[in-house]
């Protein structure tokens, strides 16, 4: 570690609640919380604990990378809240991470073989999923939709791969499926490829990908 490049990665997208520490492309330190709904009560303090047990302050930080969705509307504004604090006035580089473009990055860079298209997938709401397709080049070849997952199945053609997340109902499609736990590991790939690319955005501007409104649970 000579530049020492430090990029604080939050992942709050999905059920998990994590954070990542990398210098120059290298994870140093992850952890993440595999407990559901947890992101309001863990996150400020896996930021704080990571920080502290890497033996970095804050102002050492060069970036920080939040995922920016589509994803769960309450994770990704808690995500954003804290990292548009961090960032506050531009004080330091905010990095905004899709979800489905990470997962693609993550699902081609981890293996060689794959010379075919990606349809990048993560759970919505009501047995539905926000999918998304890249070329092997991971350039987008649609734009965000949502879709049952017999829907992209059966729609997927001969030169297609399907990488993503998969909700538990679905669990048996595993086999068929390169399925991926989306962590703050697993952001970092992208985010330090973003950051060599100075693709950076305002902090004061900055708005997590949505996509659905927010609907209340009921009991």
Sequence with gaps: MTSDNYIL??????????????????????????????????????????????DISFDQLKAVAVSSGPGSFTGLRIGAAIAKGLCFNNSMKLISVPTLHAIAFNCSDNSSTIKSDIISIIPSNKDLYYNQKYNTELSTQTGIELSSISEIINNKQDNEIICGVLSKNDSELSQTIKNLTLTAGLMAKLADKLYSEDKFVDSDEFTPLYIQDFIPKTK
């Design 9 to 54: 990665i939050i992942e709050t997208s999905g059920n998990t609640c994590g954070v990542a520490l990398s210098c120059d492309n290298t994870i140093i330190a992850e952890y993440n919380v595999f407990k559901q709904n947890s992101h309001d009560k863990v996150l400020a303090d896996l930021i704080k604990r990571i920080v502290n047990d890497c």
